[in-house]
């Protein structure tokens, strides 16, 4: 079984940055993908970004250049550094891991952007 640990959510003034981050413990053999979603209320979730195993990196449109996303292998860990956030940014993130034919979900943090 593989947990994920998210940290870093809050609330943040238009304009202002956070870091996410998001520890995979357990049985983990190799990490593919590794990758943030966030879902807006009732129910809709997309992707945010994503970091393959060869280190390529996919964004949503609406995140390019604002948002980074990263990874440290050797801490099992996914991050998402978030710049110039908008209100149109809070959402719950969910981070995402994908080992061979099995995926995991984190918790979910909550990211609130607002004056």
């Known amino acids: 079984q593989v947990q994920l640990a998210e940290s870093g959510g809050g609330l943040v003034q238009p304009g202002g940055s956070l870091n996410l981050s998001c520890a995979a413990s357990g049985n983990i053999a190799s990490i593919d993908n590794m990758g943030w979603y966030r879902q807006f209320p009732p129910n809709q979730r997309e992707l945010v970004a994503v970091?393959?195993?060869?280190?390529?990196?996919l964004y949503h449109t609406s995140v390019k250049g604002r948002f980074a996303i990263s990874r440290d292998n050797a801490k099992n860990t996914v991050y998402l550094q978030m710049n110039s956030l908008k209100p149109e940014d809070t959402a719950v993130y969910y981070c995402?891991?994908?080992?061979?034919?099995?995926?995991?979900w984190g918790q979910g943090t909550q990211i609130t952007v607002s004056s």
């Open positions: 995402r891991l994908v080992t061979g034919n099995n995926h995991y």
């Open positions: 970091v393959t195993s060869a280190d390529i990196t």
